[in-house]
């Protein structure tokens, strides 16, 4: 294997030559990624690139095997010859690494039982062949980019170095040809990484959670870019203090300088020797005695706190966000995402209406009903009759409103 000095090398000598534009820097957490060198506007195509290997979906396998059975025919007796010099230039997987990747130690394990059947690996060769081909599986399942729809992938040598961000900058196009192209989503500006989603961009409404065990399983790592360094944008909760809310348990901060609850109270983080809590059951609702708040309730990913959006409290008692529910209703509708055959349609339209009472507009189970709903209704409704009804336009509306986050 190349060092990875020579790669930066050469990777860039390729950049300078084919796409000036952008250049491999390494990165102290990420390792060798793709920068810009210039800025670039919304629209603007960042990178254009051909696949140095291309495989059709479910042949990767039989890719290998015309790949060994060229590197045997050559005059080199070692497997590891100049054909499957390409691995170098990607992120692979050793073998006594994949019980961290537990999705391609799969692939891989059923892959080596096929050619053990087939006595390509066998004992005397297994010590060279195992570690090959678990190089082999993991380069596409770490670099490998699906091309439209068609369940091919494309190993593209310097687009490769895109790191992966639940925000990204950029995202992919790719031509007949299979080439691919990044398009500048954001303005991006000279020395900024050149970033796209390693998920689908539909499951970049799903909440932090659901994109790290998603990036776990598929990609082994746990992302680190701004969007989850911060609150959790998708997953939002009514302000215990909304005005829709009846009645909800709050705590009251006490100080010398307080003239009257009404004036004073606040929903509060931690307390301290000079505060007094009392937690009481106030009603909100048109009661005078707390003023009402029409905002969201976000978690900080870091500090692991609730703090309402508008309003600036921080919640301590978290039994009004229904985590609970949420937990049930999510393992629900989750399942409606990875398999729509258990949809139950006389049941959606009411967990829909929970789910807006009880854990409010913005949050992302929200989002992913209001998904399904426009789907069914699609399926039973011509286009032009489903465009006229106000309803439908509103859930779409709003669920453009996650997309285009």
């Known amino acids: 294997m190349k060092d990875n000095d020579f790669l930066l090398t050469y990777l860039n000598d390729l950049c300078l030559a084919k796409h000036s534009q952008v250049n491999v820097v390494h990165h102290k957490h990420f390792g060798n990624c793709l920068s810009s060198n210039q800025d670039f506007q919304i629209g603007d195509v960042v990178l254009e690139e051909r696949p140095c290997v291309f495989a059709c979906q479910g042949i990767i396998g039989k890719l290998f095997l015309s790949l060994l059975q060229t590197n045997t025919k050559s005059e080199s007796s070692k497997v590891e010859a100049e054909i499957f010099n390409f691995l170098d230039f990607f992120q692979t997987i050793d073998v006594i690494n994949l019980k961290d990747y537990p999705i391609i130690q799969q692939t891989f394990f059923k892959m080596v039982e096929q050619f053990r059947n087939m006595e390509v690996i066998t004992k005397d060769n297994e010590s060279q062949m195992l570690p090959l081909l678990s190089r082999f599986v993991s380069v596409f399942a770490l670099n490998g980019h699906e091309i439209n729809d068609e369940n091919d992938c494309g190993l593209y040598i310097v687009s490769s170095k895109a790191t992966h961000s639940c925000s990204p ?136 706190t609730f703090t309402c959006q508008q309003c600036t409290r921080a919640i301590i008692d978290v039994s009004p966000l229904n985590l609970t529910f949420e937990k049930l209703l999510e393992d629900k509708v989750m399942l409606y995402e990875t398999d729509p055959s258990t949809v139950d349609t006389s049941n959606i339209l009411k967990m829909y209406s929970t789910c807006k009472k009880k854990l409010g507009d913005n949050h992302v189970t929200c989002f992913l009903l209001e998904r399904i709903i426009l789907e069914i209704t699609i399926q039973f409704e011509d286009q032009q009759k489903f465009l006229l009804k106000k309803e439908n336009v509103e859930i779409g509306l709003h669920v453009c409103r996650w997309i285009l986050k």
Do not use: H, W
């Open 169 to 304: 900058n950029v995202i992919t196009k790719f031509s007949k040809d299979k080439t691919l192209q990044y398009i500048a989503i954001k303005p991006i500006k000279k020395s900024d990484l050149i970033n796209f989603s390693y998920i689908a961009r539909s499951k970049l409404a799903y909440s932090k959670k659901f994109r790290t065990q998603i990036l776990s399983d598929l990609r082994g790592f746990l992302c680190l870019c701004t969007r989850c360094q911060g609150d959790d944008d998708v997953r939002m909760f009514r302000c215990p203090l909304n005005a829709k809310t009846a009645i909800t348990t709050v705590q009251i901060e006490k100080s010398n300088t307080m003239t009257s609850a009404s004036s004073t109270s606040s929903v509060v983080a931690t307390p301290t020797t000079t505060t007094t809590t009392a937690t009481t059951t106030t009603p909100l609702a048109g009661s005078g005695s707390l003023n009402p708040c029409s905002g969201d309730v976000t978690e900080n990913l870091i500090t692991r």
